[in-house]
């Protein structure tokens, strides 16, 4: 094929319907790069699942590159998708900060995306495997009591416990309009008594400057230090 990757356009609504009308098996044979994120994240789940594939959680071409990406985020997609440096960080952009939810160290491979969007797979044939991974949540304009539904699901379907670090990403525009609990408390509530090594605020997912992410790679989260580390390459995985 000379086609050498795939990025995606937007996100949105409707990625998941194309899933029924995809050749995996085809698609297996001839691996490329994929990148995009937010509704995108059911065909990361899918190609994951059916194909054993690395994708990327990165900037897309309408929403994000026609606009005028940023250079921080433009360094970071080129680092994700372009470099073969095995070991390395994942750093915030300058001023931004990480924090620790809950102290310990993990490995695994880094899995999830959008929260909405990761629910929507549970019961069907690409619910997304969480399983001795590192799973990473982000998600955009929903209100707290929505991510604490979301992650109550995830909770009581198991995907949390079976994970063996959690990675909070950006919460792009996720505050409540009246009385409502904050997304922090949500986090202590819900994530903190799972014992899960966690971190909060990287600055992957609706925001700008943003984090590419290889999906599908082996990380090391180490949460009392409060840093990610790429174990191998995205594109040589």
Request: net charge negative; proline share 4%.
């Given at each position: 094929s000379d086609v050498d990757g795939i990025l995606c356009l937007r996100g949105g609504y409707g990625s998941a319907r194309l899933i029924d009308y995809l050749d995996f098996d085809a698609i297996a044979k001839a691996p490329k790069i994929f990148a995009?994120?937010?509704d995108i994240t059911?065909?990361?789940?899918?190609l994951q699942n059916r194909c054993g594939f690395v994708t990327f959680h990165a900037p897309m071409a309408a929403s994000d590159f026609k606009e005028g990406i940023d250079k921080w985020s433009l360094k970071s997609f080129?680092?994700?998708?372009?470099?073969?440096?095995k070991?390395?960080?994942?750093?915030?952009?300058?001023?931004?900060?990480i924090y620790t939810l809950v102290r310990g160290k993990a490995k695994g491979l880094l899995v999830g995306g959008n929260l909405a969007v990761i629910c929507a797979t549970l019961g069907t044939?690409?619910?997304i495997e969480t399983k001795g991974r590192i799973l990473f949540l982000e998600d955009t304009g929903e209100e707290p009591y929505r991510i604490d539904r979301m992650l109550t699901q995830l909770k009581q379907?198991?995907?949390l416990s079976d994970a063996n670090g959690i990675v909070l990403g950006d919460w792009n525009n996720c505050r409540a309009d009246g009385e409502s609990l904050s997304l922090e408390e949500i986090f202590q509530e819900i994530i903190v008594p799972l014992d899960k090594p966690t971190i909060h605020n990287l600055k992957a997912g609706h925001c700008s400057p943003k984090i590419s992410l290889p999906l599908g790679?082996?990380?090391t989260l180490d949460a009392d230090k409060r840093t990610l580390m790429l174990e191998e390459e995205g594109t040589a995985a």
């Amino acid at each position: 094929s000379d086609v050498d990757g795939i990025l995606c356009l937007r996100g949105g609504y409707g990625s998941a319907r194309l899933i029924d009308y995809l050749d995996f098996d085809a698609i297996a044979k001839a691996p490329k790069i994929f990148a995009g994120y937010s509704d995108i994240t059911a065909l990361h789940i899918a190609l994951q699942n059916r194909c054993g594939f690395v994708t990327f959680h990165a900037p897309m071409a309408a929403s994000d590159f026609k606009e005028g990406i940023d250079k921080w985020s433009l360094k970071s997609f080129k680092e994700c998708l372009m470099t073969s440096c095995k070991k390395r960080y994942l750093s915030n952009p300058p001023g931004e900060e990480i924090y620790t939810l809950v102290r310990g160290k993990a490995k695994g491979l880094l899995v999830g995306g959008n929260l909405a969007v990761i629910c929507a797979t549970l019961g069907t044939y690409d619910e997304i495997e969480t399983k001795g991974r590192i799973l990473f949540l982000e998600d955009t304009g929903e209100e707290p009591y929505r991510i604490d539904r979301m992650l109550t699901q995830l909770k009581q379907a198991g995907k949390l416990s079976d994970a063996n670090g959690i990675v909070l990403g950006d919460w792009n525009n996720c505050r409540a309009d009246g009385e409502s609990l904050s997304l922090e408390e949500i986090f202590q509530e819900i994530i903190v008594p799972l014992d899960k090594p966690t971190i909060h605020n990287l600055k992957a997912g609706h925001c700008s400057p943003k984090i590419s992410l290889p999906l599908g790679v082996e990380v090391t989260l180490d949460a009392d230090k409060r840093t990610l580390m790429l174990e191998e390459e995205g594109t040589a995985a």
